[in-house]
């Protein structure tokens, strides 16, 4: 077995560093190879996703993906930039099924800035379609204007577009984490969409329900307009089970979602090819700002192992004692910046990424 480390860039080599210390400590009989991606890849090879690093990633039974970007990268041509390794990732390995849970943990109620009662217990899934839509649909550019409103004027354009296959194979992965998450039968499922104003999701909408109909009916489905969801999403999250959408309104739809459970630095997201084979990866950036101070909480980087466990690796057990360490290191008080709350949590202690990261491998050695 090989994991890829992709560490990347700003925190992102601060958080894998943590991530690589568990990872030891579990003693899995897996391999692991390093290589660089993003802006430190440009920097030193000339492209963000070079083709050692590609080849690796699709060399390996799983990659550990940390973050990418920085400012000083910002104005480099569009193919240059970082954010097109993790792009050209998906791409070439057909991570379509993004994963990302969002889970408010009891011992952080107070770091989220909706009401605790809002928000305790919460624990949803968001299923992102990864590899179609606006992000990769053709053609997209620069050109001159022939109509519109402004004939003849520069203008620029994306394709938002969705194949039946496509919808139809994620709409599977939706349905069946929901069953899986309900036990093995039934649970919920609402399809978020802009089908009273898109064609392209007026079409998911159909299929989805299509699917729905011929395959999963112990499950509810509902759907909804992404606009209203962005709302529900913060008046009552937990009425939401399986938020299931596409590429674009996943991308948005996860980051609100993030903040309901107090710190984007806690999510960790796994995106799966056909086979399982899977990416996996803290929900949040490079954060440049904090970059190389160890502050970064490194946790949503090391439940992203956990879910590599899960999906990938088959060791479900690992990933529940990994699981089960994270918690104890909360309840014993551990906080990194980002879900510390100065004086309104008692018997809480602020720590850096090293200390948090050392404090889940202690834990890890006591089982
Ligand atoms: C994400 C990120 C990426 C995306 C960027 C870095 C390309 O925001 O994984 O959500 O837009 O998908
Ligand atoms: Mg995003």
Redesign the pocket.
């Known amino acids: 077995m090989k994991i890829a480390i992709l560490p990347g860039d700003g925190i992102g080599t601060e958080i894998v560093a943590e991530a690589v210390k568990v990872l030891q400590v579990l003693e899995l009989k897996a391999e692991t190879e390093t290589a660089l991606v993003g802006g430190a890849a440009y920097k030193a090879h000339g492209h963000p996703l070079p083709d050692s690093t590609l080849a690796l990633a699709k060399a390996a039974d799983a990659i550990l993906f940390g973050a ?2 920085d400012w000083q990268y910002d104005k480099l041509e569009r193919a240059l930039r970082p ?1 097109q390794a ?2 050209g990732l998906r791409k070439h390995l057909g991570l379509f099924a993004n994963f990302r849970p969002a889970l408010c943990y009891p011992q952080l109620t107070h770091a989220s800035s909706l009401k605790p009662e809002l928000v305790a217990g919460l624990d949803i899934l968001i299923i992102r379609e990864l590899t179609g839509d606006i ?1 990769f649909g053709q053609p997209r550019g620069r050109r001159t204007a022939v109509d519109g409103h402004f004939p003849g004027a520069e203008e620029a354009f994306d394709t938002m577009r969705y194949s039946r296959p496509e919808i139809e194979r994620i709409a599977h992965v939706a349905f069946q984490a929901a069953r899986k998450r309900a036990g093995g039968k039934g649970g919920k499922v609402t399809s978020v969409d802009k089908a009273n104003v898109l064609e392209t999701f007026q079409f998911w909408k159909d299929v989805v329900t299509e699917v729905h109909a011929a395959h999963y009916a112990d499950v509810e489905l509902q759907h909804m307009y992404v606009d209203n969801a962005a709302m529900q999403l913060v008046k009552a999250p937990k009425a939401f089970d399986v938020v299931f959408t596409g590429n674009m309104f996943g ?1 948005i739809l ?2 609100e979602a993030a903040m309901l459970t107090g710190s984007i630095g806690m999510l960790p997201s796994a995106s799966l090819d056909v086979n399982n084979k899977g990416l996996y990866e803290p ?1 949040h ?1 490079s954060a440049p700002d904090i970059a190389g101070q160890g502050v970064a909480n490194p946790l949503a980087t090391i439940l992203s192992l956990a879910m590599m466990l899960r999906f990938t690796l088959g060791q479900p057990e690992a990933a529940a004692r990994l699981e089960a360490a994270v918690d104890r290191v909360l309840t014993a008080g551990l906080r990194t910046g980002d879900i510390w709350n100065e004086g309104r949590q008692p018997n809480t202690r602020r720590v850096g990424t090293a200390e948090m990261g050392d404090a889940v491998v202690a834990e890890l050695k006591k089982d």
């Open positions: 990418v970007g954010e993790i792009l992000y991308d996860s980051d929900s950036g």
